[in-house]
């Protein structure tokens, strides 16, 4: 579970970033084209650069010429199966605004089980990709929806948690991986990964320097990075966030899942949570896209 954001953090008194070659961010400012980087596996829209590609054993460099033994971020695009990805897609914006402002409390665990919601069908699909674990097979994903505007992102720099655990005894428990699947595009909105820890003396708790990988949302693009690698996302103009933009934009929507190898306290399975039944599999439910013709409609006044 991510550590949730608090505006007030992202309120914070800003104090300028310390430049660094020429490409770090400061607070409020534009971050440059730093290091989004894209895979060998990249497909349509992507973007490939040194700043980050799958070497043959499936790690990634990360940092220019600075190969890093405990890479960052891994991309693949067009991920899942197209018409698994339709479906959960198509899921995700039926659900409009419902629970948004408790999206990232909303979080279910999954152990590999018959899948009961579509992002467990979609956990099931890029299982193969997550890398094996020394200790072990996972136990399972928790998994939640990532849903926000970012006009007013609501999540400051952090590293996912047993935030339970955490509560209860302050010890800080990162999942094995963490990996994010983007449902589609957005203004703005990069995901910024770092191996520095969140400064709590900066606005939105962004680390120094802001030295990161930088991942673009698209449809069907999968991300994959270290369980405690330090996270966060940029705001519409792909700043960090330091406020709520005057023009609202539409909702960013991933579905974010954890890997891990012991399940987190509290977590509920989706298929007893009663919540999002558009994502039930086998709902039936019909999804009609805004804009679409509603044929049956017509015909059904053509008979009279
Ligand atoms: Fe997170």
Not at 1 to 14: G, I, K, L, P
Not at 124 to 133: A, F, K, M, N
Not at 213 to 241: C, K, M, S, Y
Request: hydrophobic share 40%.
């Amino acid at each position: 579970m991510a550590t949730r954001s608090s505006s007030s953090n992202a309120r914070r008194a800003r104090r300028s970033l310390a430049p660094r070659d020429g490409r770090a961010g400061r607070a409020g400012r534009k971050v440059a084209v730093a290091r989004e980087g894209c895979g060998e596996a990249c497909g349509a829209g992507g973007r490939q650069n040194a700043a980050a590609h799958f070497s043959s054993d499936a790690g990634v460099v990360p940092r220019g010429a600075r190969r890093s033994s405990n890479p960052v971020v891994r991309i693949e695009n067009a991920c899942l199966p197209g018409r698994l990805f339709s479906s959960l897609a198509r899921a995700v914006r039926a659900l409009g605004t419902e629970n948004l402002r408790r999206t990232y409390r909303t979080t279910f665990w999954f152990d590999f089980g018959p899948p009961a919601a579509l992002p467990e069908e979609a956990i099931l699909s890029v299982r193969s990709r997550i890398p094996r674990v020394p200790a072990g097979a996972y136990a399972g994903v928790e998994w939640w929806l990532s849903r926000m505007r970012t006009s007013d992102v609501q999540v400051d720099f952090h590293q996912d948690r047993d935030e339970a655990l955490f509560r209860r005894i302050g010890a800080s428990v990162h999942p094995s991986f963490s990996s994010v699947l983007f449902l589609n595009r957005c203004r703005g909105g990069l995901l910024a990964l770092l191996d520095a820890p969140a400064n709590d003396d900066n606005p939105a708790r962004v680390p120094d320097p802001f030295d990161a990988d930088l991942v673009r949302p698209w449809p069907n693009r999968f991300v994959l990075f270290r369980g405690d690698a330090t996270h966060g996302v940029l705001d519409a103009n792909n700043e960090i966030p330091h406020g709520r933009l005057p023009a609202p934009t539409p909702l960013r929507l991933a579905l974010v899942m954890n890997w891990w190898t012991r399940r987190p306290l509290e977590l509920p399975r989706f298929a007893r949570s009663g919540r999002y039944r558009a994502l039930r599999v086998g709902s039936g439910a019909v999804v009609v896209e805004p804009g679409a013709r509603v044929e049956v409609s017509r015909r059904r006044r053509s008979r009279r």
